[in-house]
């Protein structure tokens, strides 16, 4: 039995009471979460240009509404992530297609989201060391569409394997050109659902997939992953549940600007009212995981007319914006509020530095790769080199000693997603003040595990979802086909 076989084999088995129950409760969370970001991207520009080109997000087909959900959650990075992989722009909204449209109840559909969960996260982890990861990995897709689909129509292990092997035969490799600079970026959970439906449908049919498309010489994992991990795609299957390290967000902009941003909330709140006249300049201290994605969006981010795609990357414009007015809303990615030019004024004066506390940090949480590192042993050190330089090597090997930092668990009980920043602001009358953030407000961690429901509910009430629709979330489970029908129309309503 290959490895995509046992997880084949084990996912079509999943049963709701084989769930424990904080991760049933992090996926129910996880279905809020998603539905809010659902309705942020409906109601965005964009988002209505790709409902009148493909139809509304509840279709007769659920096999384009699904792909529709997918794209209207995806681009303004308010899609939840874990170790590893942007998972919920399948892993929730194909389950939320067809358990609609098969008429499922909430158990139903929270195991769906559960096993599409497993099995995206696990296949995305094994090529976690790549050239691609986050957003640019659409490869998480392709086995988050086939699992959510074939979870809701209870089909056997074989068509699992088949639709996973085909789905997985051409895997598309996004170009950053088109990710950063154009409205391509509506694709990108769009194109690898779309895939994944072609495949359960041609699985169906009797078409046939290579069981070890994954982990084959000529396979997935040579062309996709520097260091692959196979073990990750079958190890601790019912014991090892990749749900418990997801991350949700809160607000909109990369996961890579989160802490900042948080720190720049808070700096408002101590500063007072700011006029951008009144800051002399702003620094944020961070790990090598947002100097990353900053270096890559920052070509592109030159001023109000700067595309989505980059601009949601940028850390100097958020964090200006946040410092500002105390908040970071989908609204401030659009006009007139994006063309406010004391936010780009000050977004000038930000200024992002190294710090090598925090990335030890970074490599020491298990998302989003600490833990793909851990695995790797010494053999990621070609691919820590390629990501920062040789000194990330030894930052990574040091991770275990960086504060707050502690070695990965083996069932992820204890996951955190450490993406630190610290923000530092000099005011021209002379006063300083200094904000620091380890873990941001909906990452993997304590926190959050304490009060993901919670923070959830807020996010989709922030979005223009209705109180009753999100205290209604967590009885998902319970809830009746009719009622559950219901209850998903309303959300998007």
Not at 149 to 173: I, K, N, S, V
Not at 359 to 384: C, H, Y
Request: proline residues 7%; contains cysteine; glycine residues 10%.
């Amino acid at each position: 039995m290959t490895a995509l076989e046992a997880l084949a084999e084990w996912a079509s088995g999943l049963e709701h009471g084989d769930i424990p129950d904080p991760v049933r409760a992090l996926a129910t969370s996880q279905v809020l979460s998603q539905l809010g970001s659902i309705r942020a991207g409906v109601h965005h520009p964009l988002g209505r240009r790709l409902v009148a080109a493909f139809g509304g997000p509840w279709q007769a087909a659920p096999r384009i509404g699904a792909c529709v959900l997918a794209g209207l959650g995806s681009w303004l990075n308010l899609d939840d992530t874990a170790y590893a992989g942007h998972l919920s722009n399948s892993t929730v909204a194909v389950p939320l297609a067809y358990a609609r449209a098969g008429g499922l109840d909430g158990a139903a559909l929270i195991t769906a989201v559960v096993a599409a969960n497993e099995c995206a996260a696990r296949i995305t982890a094994a090529a976690t060391l790549g050239p691609l990861r986050g957003q640019s990995a659409v490869h998480t897709h392709l086995a988050g569409g086939v699992a959510g689909r074939l979870a809701c129509q209870g089909a056997p292990a074989a068509r699992w394997t088949d639709a996973l092997g085909l789905a997985f035969a051409m895997p598309a490799w996004p170009l950053m050109r088109a990710f950063l600079a154009s409205d391509a970026r509506l694709f990108n959970a769009f194109a690898p659902v779309r895939t994944a439906m072609d495949a359960c449908d041609a699985a169906a049919a009797g078409l046939r997939g290579a069981p070890d498309i994954l982990d084959h010489p000529d396979g997935f994992l040579s062309r996709f992953a520097s260091v692959p991990l196979p073990g990750a795609v079958d190890d601790g299957l019912g014991t090892r549940w990749y749900t418990r390290t997801l991350s949700f967000k809160v607000r909109p902009g990369g996961p890579g600007i989160d802490a900042a941003v948080d720190c720049a909330i808070e700096l408002h709140g101590a500063l007072g009212p700011l006029r951008e006249q009144d800051v002399a300049d702003v620094v944020v201290e961070a790990s090598l995981y947002t100097l990353y994605a900053g270096r890559a969006a920052e070509p592109y981010v030159t001023g109000p007319g700067a595309p989505l795609g980059a601009l949601v990357l940028h850390t100097p414009y958020p964090v200006a914006t946040a410092l500002l007015t105390g908040g970071l809303t989908v609204d401030d990615f659009d006009a007139p509020l994006l063309d406010r030019a004391d936010r780009w004024k000050l977004a000038e004066r930000v200024v992002l530095r190294h710090d090598e506390d925090f990335t030890r940090a970074l490599f020491g949480s298990v998302a989003p790769f600490g833990e793909a590192v851990r695995q790797a042993g010494a053999a990621a050190g070609p691919w820590l080199r390629a990501f920062g330089g040789p000194r990330t090597e030894e930052l990574a090997r040091g991770r275990d000693d960086a504060a707050g930092a502690a070695p990965a668990p083996g069932d992820f009980r204890d996951a955190t997603k450490a993406t630190p920043a610290r923000v530092t602001v000099r005011m021209r009358d002379g006063r300083t003040e200094v904000r620091e953030r380890l873990v941001p407000i909906g990452a993997a961690g304590p926190d959050t595990r304490a009060r993901h429901a919670e923070l959830t509910r807020e996010k989709f009430v922030s979005l223009g979802g209705a109180e009753d629709v999100a205290r209604a979330a967590p009885d998902i489970g319970s809830m009746d086909p009719d009622t559950l029908a219901d209850w998903l129309e309303a959300s998007l309503r």
